[in-house]
């Protein structure tokens, strides 16, 4: 019997990890829509890292402040969240 196993160029990998590390997909979502294992991407991308054949890009001045932006959101966010399970148990224990 033959193998089942897909063969894939070198070119066609390079394009796939492409896709996961500078357009920042995940894993799974470009296995499925180019037809391979999870595994086997990872893998690829985990050898690509490894070669340094990418590396980890600097954030530009947008990207830094976006980033800002968020971190300040998420603990404005998540001070309002405990706020709100504070208020909430209040309103629990509260018999009226």
């Known amino acids: 019997m033959g193998s089942t196993r897909k063969a894939f160029t ?13 357009d920042g997909r995940s894993i ?6 180019i037809g391979c294992s999870a595994a086997a991407l990872g893998k690829w991308v985990q050898k690509a890292k490894a070669e340094n054949n990418y590396s980890e890009k600097p954030l530009n ?5 976006e980033l800002e932006k968020l971190r300040h959101e998420n603990r404005e966010l998540k001070m ?8 909430a148990t209040w309103f629990a224990k509260d018999p009226q």
């Open 28 to 33: 799974v979502d470009v296995a499925k829509n």
């Open 61 to 65: 001045v947008n990207e830094r402040e």
């Open 80 to 87: 309002q969240l405990e706020f709100a399970k504070k208020v």
């Open 10 to 22: 070198d070119e066609y990998k390079q394009q796939a990890v492409e896709l996961v590390i500078d």
